[in-house]
């Protein structure tokens, strides 16, 4: 099993970036946890906070690759272009996000990433990326 965890803009700063919303832990130490949690799967991690440096990494990874967790970050709400190339790949996308979006200014509502991924998971912390992992795993 193979599986990539794919963060976008402004994710390099968790840790530091506004912690009564993201949390105190760094991804780095966070992805440290996950990879012992799950000793038997092939887990990779990309963060980019350029848009087409995200789509090149879908592209590379998406016609091989058993499952993509991805928090696009703002360009979830903006970018069509991200989700054209979740449309243009084979491997499964879980919409991942850290705080509940749903619960925050209406602009962060909109998704551009739900309607072209397999599932969404917002507002459990980094514990997101966990379990969207487990349901890439159940599928
Ligand atoms: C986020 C939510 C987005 O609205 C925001 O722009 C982010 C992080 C989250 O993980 O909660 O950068 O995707």
Same mark, same amino acid.
């Given at each position: 099993? /193979?599986?990539?965890?794919?963060?976008?803009? /402004?994710?390099?700063?968790?840790?530091?970036?506004?912690?009564?919303?993201?949390?105190?832990?760094?991804?780095?130490?966070?992805?440290?946890?996950?990879?012992?949690?799950?000793?038997?799967? $092939?887990?990779?991690?990309?963060?980019?906070? $350029?848009?087409?440096?995200?789509?090149?990494?879908?592209?590379?990874?998406?016609?091989?690759?058993?499952?993509?967790?991805?928090?696009?970050? @703002?360009?979830?709400?903006?970018?069509?272009?991200?989700?054209? @190339?979740?449309?243009?790949? $084979?491997?499964?996308?879980?919409?991942?996000?850290?705080? /509940?979006?749903?619960?925050?200014?209406?602009?962060?509502?909109?998704?551009?990433?739900?309607?072209?991924?397999?599932?969404?998971?917002?507002?459990?912390?980094?514990?997101?990326?966990?379990?969207?992992?487990? @349901?890439?795993?159940?599928?």
């Amino acid at each position: 099993m /193979n599986l990539i965890i794919i963060n976008g803009p /402004n994710l390099n700063l968790l840790g530091k970036r506004e912690p009564e919303i993201y949390g105190k832990e760094t991804f780095g130490d966070y992805f440290e946890q996950l990879k012992g949690l799950y000793p038997d799967i $092939s887990l990779t991690y990309f963060q980019s906070n $350029s848009e087409g440096a995200l789509i090149d990494k879908i592209h590379e990874v998406g016609f091989s690759i058993d499952g993509i967790v991805l928090n696009a970050g @703002a360009y979830t709400h903006t970018s069509l272009a991200i989700a054209d @190339a979740i449309s243009g790949i $084979s491997s499964p996308v879980v919409e991942v996000h850290i705080s /509940n979006v749903h619960k925050r200014e209406s602009i962060r509502h909109k998704t551009f990433v739900g309607p072209v991924a397999v599932g969404t998971i917002a507002g459990f912390g980094l514990d997101s990326y966990r379990l969207a992992i487990e @349901a890439l795993l159940k599928r």
